[in-house]
């Protein structure tokens, strides 16, 4: 099923990610250089008003630009980790209760960033993948494996099997995320700055860790923390 998705950068990473179908653009950017890029790569291209662009986007924010494309692919939990299979320190996120679009997008766009393997979501009380998605993403959503499972603590207990261990996000942890060692097969988990992570989720994760903070606000956007993570274990592995 073909979806549209919409925005400059978002629209090129489309295009480079092999899975646009059509490309439509308003008159003022018929001579844009990712014009070109689409026809060099056969895909068809249509010059549309701003009003059809907006139909089409079922949005203003198009920024004249709007492309058909592919259905994300959506990986099993054993595809995620057999694709990890021999690499030296594989690096999940999973979610919990992501509900904001603008949030998962930018998740995404870090997790593009640092490397992660795949992003593991839930199948209820999460927001899907979606074109807002897609948008705040910067076409990050292209690149990241993502896995949607029906419930996290079976997904823990399969990656456990695996090698892989837990380290949950939370303000009540009584470690900083920067001392737990993150050599090896590592899962990070990230909740939702309204309710966090649930508790079986918590009660099933080898480290609950903490951001240190010092201001008077105790929480952090939850997407602002995974950047903040992501980039923590980054250079902690390289250490």
Not at 25 to 54: F, K
Not at 157 to 178: C, H, P, R
Not at 220 to 225: P, Y
Request: net charge positive; aromatic share 6%.
């Amino acid at each position: 099923m073909a979806i549209m998705v919409f925005g400059k950068n978002t629209v090129r990473e489309t295009l480079r990610s092999g899975s646009a179908i059509e490309l439509y653009v308003s008159p003022r950017n018929q001579n844009d250089p990712l014009v070109g890029e689409a026809r060099s790569a056969s895909i068809p291209v249509r010059i549309v008003s701003n009003t059809e662009l907006d139909k089409l986007s079922k949005s203003t924010s198009h920024q004249g630009y709007v492309c058909s494309c592919h259905q994300w692919k959506e990986y099993t939990l054993r595809e995620l980790i057999d694709a990890t299979k021999g690499k030296e320190n594989p690096l999940f996120l999973m979610l919990d209760g992501i509900e904001d679009p603008h949030n998962l997008g930018a998740i995404l766009r870090s997790a593009d960033a640092f490397g992660v393997d795949g992003v593991i979501m839930k199948k209820r009380g999460e927001v899907p993948l979606n074109p807002t998605v897609a948008k705040v993403s910067t076409g990050a959503i292209h690149y990241v494996r993502t896995c949607v499972v029906p419930n996290l603590s079976a997904s823990i207990a399969t990656l456990k099997k695996n090698g892989f261990w837990i380290v949950s996000s939370d303000g009540s942890g009584k470690m900083e995320y920067d001392q737990v060692d993150y050599s090896g097969p590592i899962v990070m988990v990230v909740g939702s700055e309204g309710f966090g992570i649930s508790g079986l989720v918590l009660k099933n994760s080898d480290f609950v860790v903490r951001i240190p903070m010092v201001g008077h606000v105790n929480s952090l956007n939850a997407s602002v923390a995974t950047g903040i993570l992501l980039a923590g274990i980054a250079l902690l592995r390289k250490k």
